[in-house]
């Protein structure tokens, strides 16, 4: 079967692997449909992400298809059945596990970062990885659920309520999913960006105060917005440290910053314990496929419209290309197997 590799810089573009088999009478084998391009996968093509450095990698974490076959122990998925895959693996043992954050085992094995991914024709993984998903959700959009369960966890960490409102720095795909969680959670949502493309699409699907960082400044629209109170969340998804700064100054007392594009930054701990702030981490996901899934209806419009390319499977180069090329008018990329 076809899959696509890379080896760092050295090289990148299908191969010919030997076809997948169960060896467990929990796994599932599932023929891949539809993966979706996102900035881990182009920092493996670049040769810049450490958990790949120096080795050969299969990419893709967002992806689904169709079971073809199950293990003997597999007890509610069958072939025929689309499916979502959910891209970790933990000890289950950990004092991180034993907590219910697999996300964070100190050994978590991330599909197509650290292990093999989803960018070949089949892909077997254990019954638990994989989730059930409706017909009306259609193969480009089942590409984009695993990266609003990032959004959904980014929400529940940091433990957005109707009332809430948040400030979302960068409109990228993450961003844009997280707003578009946040707001059909309830919540007030602004997000800053600088792009023209991306405030363009942010605008597109719906959110309601969309900042022009490169025109406006933040901080006065920000304030104006909350009644010089302050957003309540402050999310940075950007990951420019003095935005990541900016943030924290902003915050509301009670209020909770996540970094999530991890980036190093400064604060102050008098002005932090004065206002009682917290820095709440998210990482990948956990427990967030299901309720994503289940309310999925809220976001397909806003998926189709985030989804500005789609490529066949044989021109996954090509895509990979396009995406490092980082254009503000790119949203998602999707690949497809059986374009139909």
Same mark, same amino acid.
């Given at each position: ?23 467990s009478p929990t796994e599932v084998k599932v023929e891949v449909e539809s993966v979706g391009i996102c900035g881990t996968d182009i920092k493996i093509y670049e040769g810049h992400h450490s958990q790949s450095l120096g080795q050969k990698r299969i990419p893709g974490h967002e992806f689904a298809g169709v079971v073809t076959e199950v293990g003997s122990q597999v007890r509610n998925l069958r072939p025929g059945d689309r499916v979502v895959h959910e891209p970790i693996s933990y000890c289950g043992s950990c004092y991180a596990c034993l907590r219910g954050e697999g996300n964070v085992c100190r050994d978590v094995r991330v599909t197509g970062c650290n292990c093999s991914g989803g960018m070949e024709e ?119 440290? &003095? ?39 998210? &990482? ?42 980082? &254009? ?13």
């Amino acid at each position: 079967m076809k899959a696509f590799m890379i080896e760092e810089t050295k090289f990148a573009g299908l191969i010919e692997v030997e076809e997948p088999r169960i060896t467990s009478p929990t796994e599932v084998k599932v023929e891949v449909e539809s993966v979706g391009i996102c900035g881990t996968d182009i920092k493996i093509y670049e040769g810049h992400h450490s958990q790949s450095l120096g080795q050969k990698r299969i990419p893709g974490h967002e992806f689904a298809g169709v079971v073809t076959e199950v293990g003997s122990q597999v007890r509610n998925l069958r072939p025929g059945d689309r499916v979502v895959h959910e891209p970790i693996s933990y000890c289950g043992s950990c004092y991180a596990c034993l907590r219910g954050e697999g996300n964070v085992c100190r050994d978590v094995r991330v599909t197509g970062c650290n292990c093999s991914g989803g960018m070949e024709e089949y892909f077997v993984a254990e019954e638990r990885q994989w989730h059930k998903i409706p017909d009306w959700i259609t193969w480009n959009q089942a590409a984009l659920i695993e990266p609003y369960t990032i959004g959904a966890q980014i929400c529940a960490r940091a433990e957005l309520r109707p009332e809430d409102t948040m400030l979302i720095y960068g409109a990228g795909p993450i961003g844009l999913m997280l707003a578009d969680t946040a707001l059909h959670l309830g919540a007030k949502v602004f997000i800053s960006e600088i792009s023209q493309g991306r405030l363009e699409l942010a605008r597109k699907i719906g959110i309601p105060h969309v900042i022009d960082s490169g025109k406006q400044d933040v901080r006065k629209e920000v304030m104006e917005l909350t009644g010089d109170y302050g957003p309540n969340i402050v999310a940075d998804c950007a990951g420019v440290p &003095r935005l990541a700064e900016e943030g924290m100054e902003l915050l509301s007392p009670c209020g909770r910053f996540v970094p999530v594009a991890g980036v190093k930054f400064t604060f102050d701990g008098y002005m932090a314990m004065r206002r009682q702030l917290k820095i709440t981490a998210s &990482r990948l996901q956990m427990h967030q496929f299901v309720p994503v899934i289940a309310r999925f209806r809220l976001y397909q419009q806003h998926a189709d419209a985030m989804i500005t390319d789609v490529f066949d499977f044989q021109d996954t180069k090509e895509a990979f290309g396009l995406a490092a090329e980082r &254009r503000p008018e790119t949203g998602k990329i999707v690949l497809r197997f059986h374009k139909h």
